[in-house]
């Protein structure tokens, strides 16, 4: 056990020399998370305002204009532009100038005078299938608004069923702890890879392999004494971006603190371990670096850090269980913006270190084999 | 010119001797197309609600019905006995809904019974968007059941979704895929290209030879350049299987905006390899620009409009976000030159200053005669 010891720490020393004059590495480690961490947390925000609208009142009745007002008035529009023709709104919409249009028709007043339903015309670019149904949104609301105040709407009217919506855990709907969250973990993890596949092939290439090969240290105290410092580093990374997201965008953290830890380590050794795993098959640092930028893209998109699991496609849904980054995903979330209880996260921390366990283990055999 | 080529040609060799290159540079693109095109998606679909229906009534199950037909939720059972917070809490479902008891006799009476929805906010772009459709399932159930006397006069939408009718997420996702994939593997090559240089000492060959820096710059991009039109033709015919691409009626907007999106990319990743020297870095570096930021600052994700002005002109360094609108214009829209002319210029600026940046970094440091 001392042997071990000693040959580990003069290991780890010598490892932690070599990251000592390649301070490009920490700083690249250390700065570049925080930064985007930052810039995704204000940047990130899928809520759509200022929907530029453009109107078309053939009417041109009080009536008509009493409907214009009431949308205009609606924060969520900004009305760039007014048309005399639909043809006009319609060459607008092609050349991006406009999000969507309404058209209120010649005998919109005539209608609802006479106690007809009135017909608007709405056109909306929904190329962005996202922000069209929410502007399908504000508009029926602020239809209903406008329905209301002048006495027609069914839903107000006395009796009707009525919904509330509570939202738990973030009763504000901040935008940033989804994202800062999500982009928390990926950062650790693929990062974990990277650096690893890197260091893994490096002596490989330089021709120093061997060396090491003939000193008495057995390749899994090798291994253990190289992941080592970069283990540190990411984990130190993971609570500089916890630290980040809790004083810049208030996250809270209501959950159990050993939970993140916990996975938080799992989740640097799975990486770790993917990172090693690729090098070893590959023969040379170039191949290493782009099998693992491979990999990463994946395991990015599947973890639904950057968006919901329930979205997509079941077989895509089934192959995220294969991903262990969605797993750290939920814990992270789990703790931090929620307060989900153990009995909730187990299964999400068994299959993160059953992943940490098995990629460790197969890297730590495929590096022996070399 | 000829010089330019003979630099092109040793890449070219060295490119072709690395069987593994060549097989991620075909496979790469199309897992990633289908990738970012199914994968991302912010609009709401089989969102698990766990219902409480405490009424039990004729009309509470009516009331349900309209949530089961909804393609947005999928009714999923709780645990007997577990309170709504704690079903949401263990992660059994993302909303709740409480139909009280006595909800039939109350909606009959007209008394207004309130039913509630409690959400997990984690999500909180999910939660808005259930809230709203809460809302408009409840309101075609008043019209439907015509409890609280609907009035007959109102005014009513009638909309036209254009562009896109079927409010299809793969369409959206799918073209902005064609702009993640191919920033991806040109910048990749570019970087690992320009930094194995300097790791394994050769660029001082690249130094003291009687190359411009230009001719050096330009040579060993122009070949990552041919396989990013490779990659474009792959990633096209996969788009027209799979994500319903149809040629655009003028094909040279996306060819011209194509070849200098790859020229932006290559060059962003050659000049992180001369800056930084060593792989690794180099990697990371496109990892950021080429990889995380483009995903979620370009537009793919989110509308660039959404972002604050303040942080705004990180998009607009991306050449993904003008890349994006392009793709975007020309296979949904149609559109021709016209709408594309302010992204494509933007392309043609960020191009000129990434090969810029690349001759500065090689011309500081070659041999003058």
């Known amino acids: ?370 | 010119m000829k010089r330019i080529l003979a630099q092109a040609n040793k890449e070219w060799m060295l490119f072709r001797r690395d069987k593994l290159l060549i097989v991620l540079a075909v496979l790469m693109p199309l897992v990633l197309m289908i990738l970012y095109g199914f994968s991302q998606s912010l609009r709401l679909r089989n969102v698990r609600l766990l219902v409480y229906d405490y009424d039990n009534t004729p009309l509470s199950r009516s009331y349900l019905e309209g949530y089961g037909a909804a393609l947005d939720f999928r009714i999923t059972a709780h645990e007997p006995g577990e309170s709504p917070e704690r079903a949401i809490n263990n992660g059994r479902g993302r909303a709740a809904l409480i139909i009280p008891a006595n909800f039939q006799r109350d909606a009959l009476r007209g008394v207004g019974p309130t039913i509630q929805l409690m959400v997990d906010g984690t999500d909180s772009n999910a939660a808005t968007a259930l809230g709203t459709i809460a809302q408009a399932i409840n309101l075609s159930f008043s019209q439907r059941t015509s409890i609280g006397r609907p009035a007959p006069k109102l005014a009513r939408l009638d909309q036209r979704l254009w562009f896109n009718p079927g409010l299809s997420n793969p369409v959206f996702f799918g073209t902005g895929a064609l702009g993640m994939v191919l920033v991806l593997f040109p910048a990749l090559l570019g970087a690992l290209a320009t930094a194995r240089e300097y790791e394994l000492g050769t660029i001082i060959q690249a130094y003291a030879s009687s190359l411009t820096a230009a001719q050096w710059v330009l040579g060993k991009g122009l070949l990552y350049i041919l396989i990013g039109l490779v990659e474009l033709v792959i990633c096209f015919l996969l788009g027209v299987a799979v994500f319903s691409y149809r040629l655009p009626s003028d094909p040279t907007v996306l060819l011209v905006a194509t070849v200098l999106y790859l020229f932006s990319g290559v060059f962003y990743g050659m000049a992180l390899g001369n800056a930084s020297g060593n792989q690794s870095s180099a990697i990371q570096g496109v990892q950021l620009g080429a990889f995380l930021l483009s995903l979620l600052l370009s537009g793919f994700l989110f509308p660039v409009r959404n972002i604050p002005p303040g942080i705004r002109w990180i998009s607009y360094i991306l050449p993904a976000t003008h890349y994006v609108k392009v793709v975007r214009n020309s296979l949904l829209r149609d559109a021709g030159w016209m709408t594309s002319l302010r992204p494509m210029a933007a392309l043609w600026i960020l191009a000129v200053l990434f090969l810029l940046w690349n001759v500065l970094q090689m011309r500081k440091m070659q041999f003058k005669d």
């Open chain 1, 1 to 370: 056990m001392r042997a071990f010891l000693r040959r580990y720490l003069a290991l780890t020393t010598k490892e932690v020399q070599q990251l000592r004059r390649n301070r490009g590495l920490v700083i690249q480690l250390l700065i570049p998370p925080t930064v985007v961490l930052v810039i995704f947390g204000y940047a990130l925000n899928p809520k759509v305002r200022d929907l530029r609208l453009g109107l078309v009142d053939e009417s041109l009745t009080p009536q008509s204009r009493n409907f214009i007002n009431s949308l205009s008035e609606n924060v969520n529009f900004a009305v760039t532009q007014r048309f005399a023709r639909v043809e006009e709104a319609e060459a607008a919409m092609n050349h991006l100038k406009l999000d969507l249009f309404v058209v209120i028709p010649v005998e919109f007043a005539r209608s609802l005078g006479r106690g007809q339903t009135a017909e608007v015309q709405v056109v909306i670019d929904a190329v962005d299938a996202n922000t069209a149904q929410i502007a399908q949104g504000y508009l029926q609301r602020a239809l209903n608004d406008y329905n209301a105040a002048n006495g027609f709407d069914p839903a107000v009217a006395t009796g009707a069923v009525e919904v509330r919506s509570a939202y738990l855990y973030n009763p504000g709907l901040e935008t940033s702890w989804f994202y800062v969250t999500g982009i928390m973990s990926i950062l650790m993890f693929i990062n974990a890879s990277l650096v690893a596949s890197a260091l893994a092939v490096k002596e490989k290439e330089t021709g120093t392999i061997e060396q090491l090969l003939m000193t008495p240290a057995q390749t899994g105290e090798m291994l253990l004494a190289k992941t080592s410092p970069v283990f540190v580093l990411l984990m130190v990374v993971l609570f500089i971006a916890l630290g980040v997201a809790m004083l810049i965008f208030d996250l809270p953290f209501h959950g159990a603190f050993w939970l993140f830890v916990v996975s938080g380590i799992c989740a640097a050794l799975a990486g770790i371990g993917i990172g090693v795993m690729l090098a070893t098959v590959s023969k040379s640092q170039q191949q290493a670096q782009l099998l693992t930028f491979f990999v990463n893209p994946p395991i990015t998109l599947l973890s639904g850090a950057s968006s919901p699991i329930e979205n997509m496609p079941m077989i895509f849904q089934m192959l995220s269980y294969l991903d262990p980054l969605r797993y750290l995903v939920t814990i992270v979330r789990g703790v931090t913006v929620k307060d989900a209880p153990f009995s909730a996260l187990w299964p999400n921390l068994a299959a993160l270190s059953a992943f940490a366990v098995v990629l460790f283990s197969i890297s730590a055999w495929r590096f022996r084999k070399q």
